[in-house]
Nanobody, 119 residues
Framework: QVQLVESGGGLVQAGGSLRLSCAAS????????MGWFRQAPGKERESVGR????????YYADSVKGRFTISRVNAKNTVYLQMNSLKPEDTAVYYC????????????WGQGTQVTVSS
């Protein structure tokens, strides 16, 4: 069982930056691929990116590539989402999720943190 808690959301002006954190419980954090997702009002949840259990090259959605960076520190059971050059269309609830190596889907989800970008 893994519990995930996001933090770091808030209100920021367009062009600004925020760093989200996702703290995980459990001793097997380092074996999970960690993903970031977001859901804007009236829209479906979409993938922002992910980072493998080994911390290899992260994958990013085209909409955030070059602006967002995902990293993880397994010793701290934490994954980060650094968001730069934020745009109003980045406004959403951001979620982190964990996927076991043998799983085809994300098994655990955080409660989400609100990010609002004003124009």
């Amino acid at each position: 069982q893994v519990q995930l808690v996001e933090s770091g959301g808030g209100l920021v002006q367009a062009g600004g930056s925020l760093r989200l954190s996702c703290a995980a419980s459990g001793r097997t954090f380092s074996s999970y691929t960690m993903g970031w997702f977001r859901q804007a009002p009236g829209k479906e949840r979409e993938s922002v990116g992910r980072i493998s259990w080994s911390g290899g090259t992260p994958y990013y959605a085209d909409s955030v590539k070059g602006r967002f960076t995902i990293s993880r520190v397994n010793a701290k059971n934490t994954v980060y989402l650094q968001m730069n050059s934020l745009k109003p269309e980045d406004t959403a609830v951001y979620y982190c999720a964990a996927r076991a190596r043998t799983s085809l889907q994300y098994d655990y989800w955080g409660q989400g943190t609100q990010v609002t970008v004003s124009s």
